[in-house]
T-cell receptor
Framework: DAMVIQNPRYQVTQFGKPVTLSCSQT?????MYWYQQKSSQAPKLLFH???????NEADTPDNFQSRRPNTSFCFLDIRSPGLGDAAMYLC?????????????FGPGTRLTVL | GQNIDQPTEMTATEGAIVQINCTYQ??????LFWYQQHAGEAPTFLSY????GLEEKGRFSSFLSRSKGYSYLLLKELQMKDSASYLC??????????FGPGTRLSVLP
């Protein structure tokens, strides 16, 4: 089935140790998003790619970087995780056709920082 | 600025009807979406509105009034599995979704 896949589902890292989260999609969608969601809060958009065009939200910390090497894959790099970065990280995709279009979410990666 | 408001929590009884409200003020509007999110899981799409009026999808309906910046999600014949958070999100153009804080619904037997 076409879908959005995130690996790993659970990631434990140490304070300050770089970590990379991955997302892949078989929907052939133009747009890929990374969200951070903390407990009982709304998803917060970190950045998104329209094809290869990178769009960074103004309040996304420099500690967060992203790469999209091709249409199917997108990575979230956290260069020096702090305790406050512990959260669920959601990847989503959309067609990006300009018409109203839902986002399709992956299952998320829950990051724990020790 | 961007602002979306929803009630924080609601409680309803199995078999009943519940209405979850959402008000929004965004710089652009290209549609309003409703998602369901169970604890520890990703949001799943429920419904969306672009034009004013009611959209019905089985037990779920969503209403939009663009002039009032208002939407609601109506859930009928509530089931225990409907206990979840319900997120209202506005497509603000430019692939920019703005999510509301979510409403945590508890369905009681």
């Amino acid at each position: 089935d076409a879908m959005v896949i995130q690996n790993p589902r659970y990631q434990v890292t140490q304070f300050g140790k770089p970590v990379t989260l991955s997302c892949s999609q078989t929907l052939n969608h133009n747009v890929m998003y990374w969200y951070q969601q903390k407990s009982s809060q709304a998803p917060k958009l970190l950045f998104h790619y329209y094809d290869k065009d990178f769009n960074n939200e103004a309040d996304t910390p420099d500690n967060f970087q992203s790469r999209r090497p091709n249409t199917s894959f997108c990575f979230l790099d956290i260069r020096s995780p702090g305790l406050g970065d512990a959260a669920m990280y959601l990847c989503a995709t959309s067609r990006g056709s300009g018409a109203p279009d839902t986002q399709y979410f992956g299952p998320g990666t829950r990051l724990t920082v020790l | 600025g961007q602002n979306i408001d929803q009630p924080t929590e609601m409680t309803a009884t199995e078999g009943a009807i519940v209405q979850i409200n959402c008000t929004y003020q965004t710089s652009g509007f290209n549609g309003l979406f409703w998602y369901q999110q169970h604890a520890g899981e990703a949001p799943t799409f429920l419904s969306y509105n672009v034009l004013d009026g009611l959209e019905e999808k089985g037990r779920f309906s969503s209403f939009l009034s663009r002039s009032k910046g208002y939407s609601y999600l109506l859930l009928k014949e509530l089931q225990m599995k409907d206990s979840a958070s319900y997120l209202c999100a506005v497509d603000n153009y430019g692939q920019n979704f703005v999510f509301g804080p979510g409403t945590r619904l508890s369905v009681l037997p």
